[in-house]
C-alpha cells in the first residue's frame, strides 16, 4: 500500500550518468586520481576534471571500463 502511494505520488527520477559514477566513487572513497587510473589516463588530463565537473560526457568506451570496474551494467554511465 505504501509502496503504490510512494510510486503514484512521489516518483523517483533516474539517476544521471555522473550522479551514478559520483556515488559510486564516493561509496569506495575514490577520488579523481583514481578515476585516472581505471579509465588508463595520465595525470593532468582534464578529460576527468571535465567529467566529474558535468562538462564532458561520459562516452561508450569509458562506460563499458567503469563498469566492469564496478560491475554494474554500463549503459548507467551513458
Same mark, same amino acid.
Given at each position: #500500500? @505504501? ?5 503514484? *505520488? ?9 550522479? @551514478?559514477?559520483?556515488?559510486? #566513487?564516493?561509496?569506495?572513497? #575514490? ?5 585516472? *587510473? ?20 561520459? *562516452?561508450?568506451?569509458?562506460?563499458? @571500463? ?5 560491475? @554494474? ?6
Amino acid at each position: #500500500m @505504501v509502496e503504490k502511494y510512494e510510486t503514484e *505520488n512521489h516518483p523517483l527520477e533516474p539517476a544521471k550518468p555522473l550522479q @551514478v559514477l559520483q556515488h559510486l #566513487m564516493e561509496e569506495r572513497g #575514490m577520488d579523481e586520481a583514481d578515476l585516472l *587510473n581505471i579509465l588508463g589516463l595520465k595525470e593532468g588530463d582534464q578529460e576527468v576534471n571535465a567529467i566529474l565537473q558535468g562538462d564532458c560526457n561520459i *562516452n561508450a568506451e569509458q562506460a563499458e @571500463v567503469l563498469g566492469k570496474y564496478f560491475h @554494474v551494467p554500463s549503459k548507467l554511465f551513458v
